[in-house]
Structures are given as structure tokens and as C-alpha cells.
């Protein structure tokens, strides 16, 4: 009985590392077939370029329409995201003061130039603020984005008037076990396994409909889902090295703060969260407050994690009033 088993464990086995042997080579095979007809997507990319402690950084700029002397604000995207994502809600919140958004090293149009950890992101944004010459603009992170925001925060309270951590809790880890080990480390490497995971992430942005689907699970029916407006989640991605720096920020943990850290920020904080959005749900939304000694805290009803560009009116209505409280609180009257 007991060789019976193990003959079939071995078959197993077998069938197991030969289906991965043809995997891996298909994979390959699809890489190469791809650098020979690559896809390249030609958008028009509004903004500039600025060295932002020495990253080769893209920007977007919206002046304010009617100049009121409130703080700038810095819109920092999230995990896989661009400046796209801001830009139905910058113009909104453009009416009353200057705003900008930039892409985080490694994505968008900014260089995919490493390392990929949260020390080296807020050494772009703190130098971001330098060579755009922002006085202690308002910081609101988007998701991953919120860790960004409030590590500069932590590091620097001075360069900021507050932040906004907008659908994300600013810690790489979620729900109840709040411990740093939390995640799956094993599985990240795995999906992220060359040639496999870059075939993969490949395979997906060379065609509009896997995009358009991901797209509208986070953003809801009010998102853009054209064509155009899939080519710029798109493109990024099917620039040279994309791929390439999309898996290798994969690869790592997600950069964040502990508990801990956030409970030591002392600059004024808001907390925004969609009620759809399963990923930074409210109650998550009150817990991160209460870490940062904020009573700011604003729910967008039926909105997901990409509400500030499904329904940015209804965002920028909710966010604006945080924006004025922080200032308020960063500079009370005497």
C-alpha cells in the first residue's frame, strides 16, 4: 500500500514539474514573441519633468482659478497608479488653490529608477517639495499613496500644513491580524516569478478589455472605460521598462508605517474612505483616525477605491472642507 502511494506521489510530482517546465516556457516564448511586436500606446501626457532628489520625477500642475492664499496641495497616487487618477479631481480642487501630482519612482512617467522602499519615496517627495519650491503644501495620499504622505509627515513635520490619507490606512497590512508579518510574501514572489509574472502583467496590458474590467471593479460606472481612457492606465505599463519596474515594487513588502509610527505623527490629519471600496472600508477608516488623533474623518456613500476619479465632484465636496480645517488647525488664529 504504502509503495502504491508513493509511485503516485512521484507521478504527481512529475506531472507537477512538467506542466510548470511548459508554463515557464511558454512564458518565454511569449516575452520574446512580445520584444519582437511590442505594443506601444501614444498618449498625450500633460505636465513637466523635475529632479526630485535625484529621480528623473513627471508632474502635473493646476493653478488656481480664484487665488485664496490656502496651502498647495500634493496629490500622491497609489500602488500601480498615475497622475490620471487625479485628473477629474485636481481641477476641482484647483478653484481655491494651486495643486500637483506626481508619479511615485517606478510608475507612471516618472523613472523607473529604484530602490523601491518607503525611505526612498519620501526622499522624492520631500525632494519634489524642494524643486517645486512648496512651502508646507497639504499632503493627500491616495492608498499606498497615504504611506508616502504621512512617512514625510513623521520625518518632517514642518514641510507639511497636514495630510489627507484618502482611501488607505498608511500601514502595509489590513483587517485584524495588525502585525508587521502580515501578508503573503510567498505568494507575491511566486506570481511575480520570471518569465511568468512578467508574461502575465504583459499579457494583460497589451489588450484594453482586462484593464477596462480591473478599471471598473475598483472605480464604479462613474470612471472613464473608453478607449482613451483605458490607453492611459495603459501606457505606462507598455513604456520600456514598465513591466519590469511594476513586478519589482510587486516583489517587495508594501512600504507603510506600523501602528506605532502613525500614532507619533503630530501634524494636522484627515481621513477620507469610499463605502464600496473593500479594500479601506469606514470602520478601517475610524481605527486609522484614532491612530492619528484626527476627528476629520469623511465616508463617500456607494463610491469604491478609485472614487476621486469616478466621482470626483462628490469627493472634492467632502475632501475641500478637510483641506480648510487643516489649515485652520496648522495655523489657528491668535
Do not use: K
Amino acid at each position: 500500500m504504502r509503495r502504491r502511494v508513493l509511485r503516485w506521489l512521484r507521478r504527481v510530482g512529475i506531472a507537477l514539474v512538467t506542466v510548470l517546465v511548459v508554463l515557464l516556457a511558454l512564458a518565454g516564448l511569449y516575452l520574446a514573441w512580445d520584444d519582437l511586436a511590442p505594443v506601444r500606446v501614444a498618449v498625450g501626457v500633460p505636465g513637466f519633468t523635475v529632479d526630485a532628489a535625484g529621480v528623473a520625477t513627471h508632474v502635473e500642475h493646476w493653478a488656481a482659478v480664484h487665488p485664496s492664499g490656502q496651502p498647495p496641495v500634493v496629490l500622491v497616487p497609489g500602488f500601480a497608479e498615475s497622475t490620471y487618477v487625479f485628473s477629474r479631481l485636481a481641477p476641482r480642487l484647483a478653484q481655491d488653490r494651486d495643486v500637483y501630482a506626481y508619479d511615485v519612482r517606478g510608475y507612471g512617467y516618472t523613472a523607473h529608477q529604484g530602490p523601491y522602499t518607503l525611505a526612498a519615496d519620501t526622499d522624492q517627495l520631500q525632494g519634489l517639495l524642494a524643486a517645486l519650491h512648496l512651502t508646507r503644501p497639504i499632503v493627500l495620499g491616495h492608498s499606498l499613496g497615504a504611506a508616502i504622505a504621512l512617512s514625510l509627515a513623521l520625518r518632517d513635520p514642518g514641510a507639511v500644513t497636514g495630510v489627507v490619507a484618502a482611501n488607505g490606512d498608511g500601514t502595509p497590512y489590513f483587517g485584524s491580524d495588525r502585525s508587521p508579518t502580515a501578508g503573503g510574501g510567498g505568494l507575491r514572489t511566486l506570481v511575480t516569478l520570471p518569465p511568468l509574472g512578467p508574461a502575465v502583467v504583459t499579457a494583460v496590458v497589451r489588450h484594453r478589455d482586462p484593464v477596462r474590467r480591473l478599471v471598473m471593479a475598483q472605480c464604479g460606472p462613474g470612471c472613464p472605460t473608453d478607449d482613451r481612457a483605458i490607453d492611459r492606465w495603459r501606457a505606462p505599463f507598455l513604456a520600456p521598462g514598465g513591466v519590469s519596474a511594476f513586478l519589482g515594487i510587486a516583489r517587495q513588502p508594501l512600504v507603510g508605517l506600523t501602528d506605532d509610527q502613525e500614532r507619533q505623527v503630530r501634524v494636522p490629519t484627515a481621513v477620507f474612505s469610499s463605502s464600496e471600496d473593500g479594500s479601506f472600508d469606514h470602520a478601517q477608516a475610524l481605527a486609522t483616525a484614532a491612530r492619528l488623533h484626527t476627528t476629520l474623518v469623511a465616508e463617500l456613500p456607494g463610491a469604491r477605491h478609485l472614487a476621486l476619479l469616478g466621482e470626483p465632484d462628490q469627493v472634492a465636496a467632502l475632501i475641500g472642507p478637510q483641506l480648510t480645517a487643516l489649515a485652520a488647525q496648522a495655523n489657528p488664529r491668535r
